[in-house]
Nanobody, 126 residues
Framework: QVRLVESGGGLVQAGGSLRLSCGASGISSSTFFSTNAMGWYRQAPGKQRELVAAITRGGTANYADSVKGRFTISRDNAKNTVFLRMNSLKPDDTAVYYC????????????????WGQGTQVTVSS
């Protein structure tokens, strides 16, 4: 069983930066990580979970329009880790951020995503 574990959330002022990390551990984690797209979703109170950024097995990144130019997703296949660098944070970025993995992430609904982390809270104060 593979586990996804996020870290790096916290409280930051508007305009600040955070970096989220998500590690995959468990049986066959290396194979799992190298054969799946990885991504970050977020869910704010009262809102639907939304895809923020995803990166394919080959390293192609895609972003939601709301974060383009501010967030950067990257992956380190040797360490089974995916990162989300978040710059110029806004109060609207406040949410629980979830690491996710599946064969593809863009173009599918979040209910169909098979692998999830437990989430990490990001709070941006104005």
């Amino acid at each position: 069983q593979v586990r996804l574990v996020e870290s790096g959330g916290g409280l930051v002022q508007a305009g600040g930066s955070l970096r989220l990390s998500c590690g995959a551990s468990g049986i066959s984690s290396s194979t799992f990580f190298s054969t799946n797209a990885m991504g970050w979703y977020r869910q704010a109170p009262g809102k639907q979970r939304e895809l923020v950024a995803a990166i394919t097995r080959g390293g192609t990144a895609n972003y939601a329009d709301s974060v383009k130019g501010r967030f950067t997703i990257s992956r380190d296949n040797a360490k089974n880790t995916v990162f989300l660098r978040m710059n110029s944070l806004k109060p609207d970025d406040t949410a629980v951020y979830y690491c996710a993995a599946d064969q593809k992430l863009f173009g599918i609904t979040y209910q169909d995503v098979r692998y999830w982390g437990q989430g990490t809270q990001v709070t941006v104060s104005s």
